[in-house]
């Protein structure tokens, strides 16, 4: 395995990642982008994995987004583990890890935000101000970078996609957003680098998350497609687990994020509860 201080390996700046993409392409290569946060798990090995399959050459950011966190939020100790990244990311089928600075995404006096209004405000970005704008933003200047022909998703983040595809489609940008599946723990627990932050009767509680899901597909495979009905059953999953802060529990339309009264094939349930100082989210697309 390649060292992640290897020079083909690591690279730090937008000309050298662009030059990169222009190789490749010019070479008649797919490129494929895997933008992440770092404190990669087996849910980012799994997007490495769908772009290596779908493209000739892979590129995965790491990049703890500043602007993307709240004042009160979790930068700070967000959780930073570069080395074992880097060796997971090369693993699994990464060409080259972009890691820049925080100075090389945004540099001094850099004044330009993308911002998708409306959209940005609705799930995450309710409990979130200014989260979404954050996204878009980072995620635009990744695509600017790499100029991939793929970027790849968790759905776990499926209000994030809603937001990038968006963007993508009101900026005419060529990049087209693959989505993947949310990858769970053996118990259904949705992998999250915040995870980490759980302690064992936390981790217990947050499986709060997933059988909530579990009761709403249940429940729409019996033909249920009442938004009431769904959202009171995982209210009542939720009410049993007393020190867990529900954030929202919502049915809506996945395109727009606006509420919707009855389940159709493609609505997008979410949940996103506080387990002690940790907010996880968690969904399903129903069918």
């Known amino acids: 395995m390649l060292a992640c201080t290897e020079k083909r390996t690591l690279i730090s700046t937008v000309t050298e990642l662009r030059a990169w993409s222009r190789t490749a392409r010019k070479e008649g290569k797919t490129v494929g982008l895997v933008p992440t946060m770092g ?22 950011s790491i990049f703890v987004n500043p602007t993307q966190f709240g004042p ?57 101000p200014g989260h979404f704008r954050g996204v878009a933003t980072v995620v635009a200047k990744l695509f600017a970078a790499a100029e991939p022909d793929l970027a ?16 993508t489609t009101d900026l005419r940008l060529a990049t087209e957003i693959v989505v993947c599946p949310i990858a769970r723990e053996p118990d259904g627990l949705a992998l999250s680098s915040r995870n980490v932050y759980l302690n064992p009767a936390q981790r217990m509680q947050a499986l709060a998350l997933s059988r909530a899901i579990g009761a709403v597909e249940s ?64 969904n399903t697309i129903l069918s």
């Open 39 to 60: 404190a990669l798990h087996a849910g980012h090995a799994s997007l490495i994995r769908a772009a290596r399959s779908q493209c000739d050459a892979v590129a995965v």
């Open 72 to 128: 009160n939020e979790d930068f700070a100790r967000y959780p930073r583990t570069f080395d074992a990244d880097c060796a997971l990311a090369r693993a699994e089928g990464a060409d080259v890890i972009f890691a820049p600075t925080v100075s090389e995404i945004y540099p001094d006096g850099g004044m330009t935000f993308v911002e998708v209004e409306g959209l940005g405000n609705r799930l995450d970005g309710a409990s979130r």
């Open 152 to 167: 790849f998703f968790g759905q776990k983040d499926a209000a994030q996609v809603a937001v990038l595809r968006r963007m």
């Open 219 to 282: 429940l729409v495979g019996h033909g249920q497609h009442s938004a009431a009905v769904l959202i009171e059953a995982a209210q009542a999953v939720f009410g049993a687990e007393p020190d867990l802060r529900v954030d929202y529990i919502a049915l809506v339309d996945w395109a727009t994020l606006r509420p919707v009264e009855s389940a159709a094939p493609g609505t997008l349930f979410a949940v996103a509860a506080w387990v002690g100082e940790t907010r996880l989210i968690d």
